[in-house]
């Protein structure tokens, strides 16, 4: 593989990821009430439990595109 094609490889993995990470919080956001019901039927947890767990996953995602695609993405820009 070339340079150029690890570049376009990590930004457009990036920009997919990061096109799940906003599918998901709106879906967070918008269909909060129906998702908690049907965690609770599974794992019985409460809305404060589900909201901390929502925070800390779409936390761990994110840093997780940062670390994975965004830097060495942005690493090989500048090395170009």
């Not at 879906?27 to 049907?38: G, H, K, Q």
Request: proline share 2%; hydrophobic share 55%.
């Amino acid at each position: 593989m070339t340079m150029d094609q690890l570049r376009y490889f990590f930004g457009w993995c990036a920009l997919f990821n990061y096109g799940v990470l906003m599918v998901w919080f709106l879906l967070c956001i918008s269909a909060r009430p129906l998702l908690i019901d049907w965690c609770r039927r599974f794992f019985h947890i409460s809305g404060e439990t589900y909201d901390k767990g929502m925070f800390y996953g779409m936390t761990f995602y994110k840093l997780a595109i940062m670390l994975f695609m965004l830097v060495p993405y942005l690493t090989l820009r500048v090395l170009k």
